[in-house]
């Protein structure tokens, strides 16, 4: 069986208790407003959460990718819109300067991300092309030592607030996905802009909000990665999201079960606590298996990633296993809670409405069946 270090074990639990202490008394607030927690963000950042996998010569935490699936974990075990406000800076944003960009870039950009000062986006989805990536509409035009952006994007986690935004645009319209580049844009660039703020049905303290670009002028130096490589590289940078996304769906599941074991443990029915009845002790049961299996199949992908192996496979196993078993598990609690998993004073309705997002970003499940499909029968996969 995997296990955690002494260290890993501390972490552990000071994300929980940093989670119980900042989070958990504002989370209705923050869901009923759709409030972005700028506080709680900000102290992330201090204890090194917004750079859990980045160096600490640039402003890091140095820690591996296990450590960022526990802090991931216990976060969205609290709220799950805190977990992918740190998942989507640290795995997409972040994270791909750090695989794509060149030493100046990571210098000029990443201590400032990786310690909170900055937060960041990252760019791909688009109103017209989500899976789809060779549909992408946002164009980057080539003008002296400067790139021209028109376009536009959508659904872009912390996208109101982000100073930057790693965003995906066409360079080469004839060559596809291989005409694809990769540039930074930072706040206040003239022609850049958020737009609408979604008002979603779950995450709703996570910001999620278009990305529009108008005859945006950023200097040459802001492509990231070579020209014509930007989604090849946006692939590699979802091999380690889709990490994030298992671990978020691990914590919104967790907060889950935690929830209907103690709610079923003090409702009584026929003179007894319904936790003395079979029907749901199977239920809890199930849960509880299917967790531990998803929390396997996510750290297993961890362990692969930190050691440096390829993990296409792997994270999207982690990340469509987890998403579905999170959603079974959650339905469940809202079953467990009866009537009152239907209403907003208890926490099961929150976790249902939450999870769902976690089998559609980065990557739907029907998309993570065609890559694991695909990567099965083009190659004799690692099994880790």
Request: aromatic share 8%; charged share 25%; net charge neutral.
């Amino acid at each position: 069986m995997f296990g955690l270090t002494e260290e890993q074990e501390q972490l552990r639990k000071e994300v929980r208790a940093f989670a119980e202490r900042e989070v958990a008394p504002h989370v209705s607030e923050w869901d009923e407003k759709s409030e972005f927690p700028h506080g709680v963000v900000k102290k992330l950042g201090e204890m090194g959460l917004m750079g859990v996998i980045f160096p600490e010569a640039l402003g890091g935490a140095g820690m591996g990718y296990v450590e960022y699936v526990l802090a991931v974990e216990e976060l969205s075990r609290v709220d799950g819109s805190v977990g992918i406000i740190v998942a989507s800076h640290n795995s997409l944003c972040t994270n791909h300067i750090m695989l794509a960009g060149n030493d100046e870039q990571r210098q000029r950009w990443i201590p400032k991300l990786a310690s909170g000062q900055w937060l960041g986006a990252w760019g791909l989805t688009e109103p017209g092309s989500g899976s789809d990536a060779a549909g992408m509409r946002t164009t980057a035009v080539r003008k002296g030592d400067s790139w021209v952006l028109n376009g536009g994007k959508t659904f872009i986690t912390n996208g109101t607030y982000a100073n930057c935004a790693v965003v995906l645009a066409v360079t080469d319209r004839e060559k596809g996905t291989k005409g694809t580049s990769a540039f930074v844009v930072e706040k206040g660039t003239k022609g850049f802009r958020p737009g609408k703020k979604e008002n979603k049905l779950g995450l709703r303290a996570s910001d999620t909000a278009e990305l529009l670009f108008e005859d945006c002028v950023i200097p040459a130096e802001n492509l990231l990665g070579k020209e014509g490589e930007g989604f090849k590289d946006a692939m590699r940078v979802l091999d380690g999201g889709r990490i994030s996304i298992a671990a978020l769906s691990l914590g919104i599941a967790r907060g889950a079960l935690d929830a209907a074991m103690k709610y079923s443990q003090q409702r009584r029915q026929f003179g007894k606590a319904i936790s003395e009845f079979q029907a749901i002790q199977f239920k809890l049961a199930t849960m509880a298996t299917e967790l531990d299996a998803a929390w396997l199949l996510t750290m297993r992908a961890a362990q692969m990633k930190d050691k440096g192996q390829k993990v296409t496979l792997e994270s999207s196993m982690a990340k469509l296993y987890a998403s579905e078993a999170a959603c079974r598990i959650c339905d469940e609690g809202v079953q467990i809670h009866g009537g009152y998993g239907f209403i907003k004073d208890y926490p099961a309705e929150k976790f249902y409405r939450d999870v769902k997002l976690c089998t559609i970003g980065e990557g739907t499940s029907e998309i993570q069946r065609m890559v694991i499909a695909r990567e099965l029968l083009g190659k004799t996969p690692s099994r880790g």
